[in-house]
Nanobody, 122 residues
Framework: VQLQASGGGLVQAGGSLRLSCAASGRTVSTRFMAWFRQGPGKEREFVAYVEGSAGGPYYADSVKGRFTISRDNAKNTVYLQMNSLKPEDTAVYYC????????????????WGQGTLVTVSS
């Protein structure tokens, strides 16, 4: 299982970025996908989660109304559209898949992308 995250970069506060996470490998599905982030000196935290069944997607309160998670099943890719970015959104963003446990807990995931750095300047 391989997850390839991309799309990070430097953006001014108030700007937008779209992250992508392409999944490949054995029996990989984008049905259950999440984004986490880890800021400087901080623990990895939940950002957003999408699943195939009814309900959701789910977002951390800190990004609700600004970030949107979506997926393209044909491309086995999940996206994170980030709008109205703030300096506190600066972090390495990771995608993860196939949770076995509570979706917002990092320890529930065995498969992670390599991370993509988002830097928001004030």
């Amino acid at each position: 299982v391989q997850l390839q995250a991309s799309g990070g970069g430097l953006v001014q506060a108030g700007g937008s970025l779209r992250l992508s996470c392409a999944a490949s490998g054995r029996t990989v599905s984008t049905r259950f996908m999440a984004w986490f982030r880890q800021g400087p000196g901080k623990e990895r935290e939940f950002v957003a989660y999408v699943e195939g069944s009814a309900g959701g997607p789910y977002y951390a309160d800190s990004v609700k109304g600004r970030f949107t998670i979506s997926r393209d099943n044909a491309k086995n890719t999940v996206y994170l559209q980030m709008n109205s970015l703030k300096p506190e959104d600066t972090a390495v963003y990771y995608c993860a898949t196939s949770p076995r446990g509570i979706y917002y807990q990092p320890e529930a995931y065995n498969y992670w992308g390599q991370g993509t750095l988002v830097t928001v300047s004030s």
